[in-house]
């Protein structure tokens, strides 16, 4: 074989990181040894992988092509090397999740996941959706979990469950004692929501359609706990998703505000690179998401 597994993990951290030096740090290398690596790899084939700006490498259409078997290859070379050395079938796992999966759902998935591989390690990263989207595409995680919808050719997206949002307000709000809101009611009141980009701003805003310009929207925030916090303290109203407000309205914290008029469901998506090597500890945990 004319190419070593080494040239191909030096070559995927460089398409990383566009850049050698840091490729470098991440692998363990000097920076000679990577920029070494890279060089033969592309001499042994008569090939360049990489347009050179400046210090920045930037992936060229041939390198483009070549990465996604490259990671592909590198996968099913790293679970080989575990299966050897731990005798074991399930792994490591990266997994990338919207807020509301992440900080509610993950955690049970992680628990039965760790059941069966005691030894794993789990990389749970919670961002919004547009950030998801991005690792997934980057070969940053092996799996996205999703509450906004996306579309890309290189993903393979479909539907894991069915989720609901729901607007609420403080206990004080004159709105509580009604305990519904009216969709001509939405411009008059202040609104705490999530930020552009998230699966809850997608949902919310197409559920309110033309009025969504015109909202007062007070605040824009990227914790769930934090808006729920505004909202209690009477800064607004808000809208999230029914799991992560269930144990609020019992307890009395936060008071619902169904509205009839505005279609409010909607779904959660599983979502993995088209070219990402499902391998035991991947099918694993998809296994695990369809039965939970």
Not at 73 to 93: C, F, I, K, V
Not at 131 to 148: A, P, Q, S
Request: aromatic share 6%; glycine share 6%; charged share 25%.
């Amino acid at each position: 074989m004319r190419y070593s597994l080494r040239q191909i993990e030096v070559f995927l951290a460089i398409a990383h990181h566009e850049n050698v030096s840091r490729a470098a740090e991440q692998l363990s290398l000097s920076q000679s040894a990577a920029s070494g690596a890279l060089k033969e790899l592309e001499n042994q084939f008569d090939v360049q992988l990489f347009d050179r700006i400046g210090k920045r490498l930037k992936l060229n259409e041939q390198g483009r092509h070549l990465r996604t078997k490259a990671e592909s290859l590198l996968a099913l070379a790293t679970e080989l090397q575990e299966d050897l050395s731990t005798d074991r079938a399930l792994g490591n796992l990266k997994v990338g999740a919207t807020l509301t999966i992440g900080n509610y759902l993950c955690v049970d998935l992680i628990e039965a996941y760790l059941n069966k591989a005691p030894d794993a390690h789990i990389n749970l990263d919670i961002a919004n959706t547009e950030r998801i989207k991005r690792e997934l595409l980057n070969f940053d995680i092996d799996v996205g979990m999703l509450e906004g919808e996306i579309q890309h050719p290189d993903l393979d997206i479909h539907t894991w469950r069915e989720d609901k949002l729901i607007c609420f307000c403080a206990p004080e709000h004159p709105l509580a004692a009604t305990g519904k809101i009216e969709r001509g009611e939405l411009l008059s009141q202040a609104w705490v929501l999530r930020e552009i980009g998230s699966g809850t701003r997608q949902s919310f805003d197409r559920a309110v359609g033309e009025l969504g310009p015109q909202l007062n929207v007070r605040l824009e925030l990227e914790q769930t706990e934090a808006i729920k916090r505004a909202v209690s303290k009477g800064l607004g109203l808000s809208c999230l998703s029914e799991i992560c407000l269930e144990q609020d309205f019992k307890r009395g914290n936060l008071v619902a505000l169904p509205c009839s008029e505005l279609d409010l469901s909607r779904k959660l998506y599983l979502a993995v690179h088209k070219h990402k090597y499902r391998n035991a500890s991947l099918e694993q945990w998809l296994k695990l998401c369809e039965a939970s």
